[in-house]
C-alpha cells in the first residue's frame, strides 16, 4: 500500500479557504484518494474520494493532479466546526480493501 | 440507530484482566473492521471480516487478541490478560465489502479501553 505523507498540523481563520496537500509518490495504478476528517472523541468520517483530476460534493473537493502523486483536499470557507483531523489514504478499492491511516493533519481554525 | 454501534463506550481494567468489546455494524454490511488508536496518532489496521471469516488479521499484535464474527454480523474483540500497553480507543467500521465496495468505512465512536 502507497504511503502517504501529509502536514503535521496547519492553522487558519474562519471565513479562508483551507488546502491539504498530501503526497503519495508510490501510488499504484488502481489505487484510489480517499480524505477522512476526524474529531476529538469520534471515529473518523468520510469526506471524499477521487482517481484523478477533480472531485467536487457538498463538503469539499479534491484536486489530483495528472501524475497523481500528490493531491489537495479544499475546505471552502472553513469554519471553527473544522477543527479536526485530516487523514489522506491510498489504496485499492477491491473486497480486501483496507485502509492504513498515517498521523493525518491537524486542522485548527481560529475566529 | 443507523449507525455503527459499539459497547462499552468506556472500559476500564485491571492488568491481566479479560476484555471484550462489541461492534453491531450497519444492517447490511458484509465487511467489518476492528482498529485501534493511541492518543495522537491515527488509527492503527487490527484486522478485517468479510462476512463470518477473518480475511485479514496481520495487524493484531500478538495472540492475546482474537476477534470473532459468528453470524457475519455483531463482532466482538478480545483481549486476553490486558496490559497497560493495550489502553486506546478501539475503533469499530463497517462497510458494504465484495462487489459493492465504494471504499467508504462507516466507524463507530469507540470504545476507549484504560488498563490500569
Known amino acids: 500500500l502507497a504511503k502517504t505523507t501529509q502536514p503535521i498540523s496547519m492553522d487558519s481563520y474562519e471565513g479562508q479557504e483551507v488546502n491539504i496537500t498530501c503526497s503519495h509518490n508510490?501510488?499504484?495504478?488502481?489505487?484510489?484518494i480517499t480524505w477522512y476528517q476526524q474529531f476529538p472523541s469520534q471515529g473518523p468520517r468520510f469526506i471524499i474520494q477521487?482517481?484523478?483530476t477533480k472531485v467536487t460534493n457538498e463538503v469539499a473537493s479534491l484536486f489530483i493532479p495528472a501524475d497523481r502523486k500528490s493531491s489537495t483536499l479544499s475546505l471552502p470557507r472553513v469554519s471553527l466546526s473544522d477543527t479536526a483531523v485530516y487523514y489522506c489514504?491510498?489504496?485499492?478499492?477491491?473486497?480486501?480493501?483496507?485502509?492504513?491511516f498515517g498521523s493525518g493533519t491537524r486542522l485548527l481554525v481560529r475566529p | 440507530g443507523a449507525g455503527v454501534s459499539q459497547t462499552p463506550s468506556n472500559k476500564v481494567t485491571e492488568k491481566g484482566k479479560y476484555v471484550e468489546l462489541r461492534c453491531d455494524p450497519i444492517?447490511?454490511?458484509?465487511?467489518l473492521y476492528w482498529y485501534r488508536q493511541s492518543l495522537g496518532q491515527g488509527p492503527e489496521f487490527l484486522i478485517y471480516?468479510?462476512?463470518?471469516?477473518?480475511?485479514?488479521d496481520s495487524g493484531l499484535p500478538n495472540d492475546r487478541f482474537f476477534a470473532v464474527r459468528p453470524e457475519g454480523s455483531v463482532s466482538t474483540l478480545k483481549i486476553q490478560r490486558t496490559e497497560r500497553g493495550d489502553s486506546a480507543v478501539y475503533l469499530c467500521?463497517?462497510?458494504?465489502?465484495?462487489?459493492?465496495?465504494?471504499?467508504?468505512?462507516?466507524f463507530g465512536e469507540g470504545s476507549r479501553l484504560t488498563v490500569l
Open positions: 489514504l491510498v489504496g485499492p478499492m477491491d473486497s480486501s480493501y483496507k485502509l492504513i
Open positions: 471480516f468479510q462476512g463470518t471469516g477473518a480475511a485479514d
Open positions: 444492517s447490511g454490511h458484509t465487511a
Open positions: 508510490n501510488i499504484a495504478t488502481n489505487d484510489y
Open positions: 477521487g482517481y484523478k
Open positions: 467500521a463497517s462497510s458494504f465489502g465484495g462487489h459493492g465496495n465504494t471504499g467508504e468505512l462507516f
